[in-house]
């Protein structure tokens, strides 16, 4: 299963998510929940660096996958966290759109760091 843990500040702006996990919907290669999360975690992290113009902090295991962190940072301008929020909230959607379908194969939640 894919979990997802998505933190927010005392602003209610997502600060950082991680993923963890395999769906295991379907065969390697084949599992369409499996692609789906990725397709949209990676669209995020690369749309915040071409669009909000700096680089997230991030961690993942490239070698058997399973494993995506990311984190805002700071000392940001006010363009850059708002694009890079859009983007953040946007990946939020689209995780919770496909948790609505396949709940068996992927979790996501939202924690306050207060």
Same mark, same amino acid.
């Given at each position: 299963m894919i979990k997802g843990t998505f933190k927010r500040n005392d602003a209610d702006q997502i600060v950082s998510f991680t993923l963890t996990g395999h769906a295991d919907a379907g065969p390697y290669g084949s599992d369409i929940v499996c692609a789906g999360v990725s397709a949209l975690a990676i669209s995020t992290v690369n749309g915040i660096a071409s669009l909000a113009g700096f680089e997230? +902090?991030? !961690?993942?295991?490239? *070698?058997?996958?399973?494993?995506?962190?990311?984190?805002?940072?700071?000392?940001?301008?006010?363009?850059?966290?708002? +694009?890079? !929020?859009?983007?953040? *909230?946007?990946?939020l959607l689209g995780l919770q759109s496909i948790e609505a379908e396949n709940s068996e194969y992927i979790q996501i939640k939202?924690?306050?760091?207060k």
């Open positions: 997230p +902090i991030v !961690e993942m295991n490239e *070698e058997e996958g399973g494993y995506l962190y990311t984190e805002v940072t700071s000392g940001l301008t006010q363009e850059q966290n708002n +694009i890079a !929020e859009i983007l953040l *909230e946007n990946l939202t924690i306050n760091d």
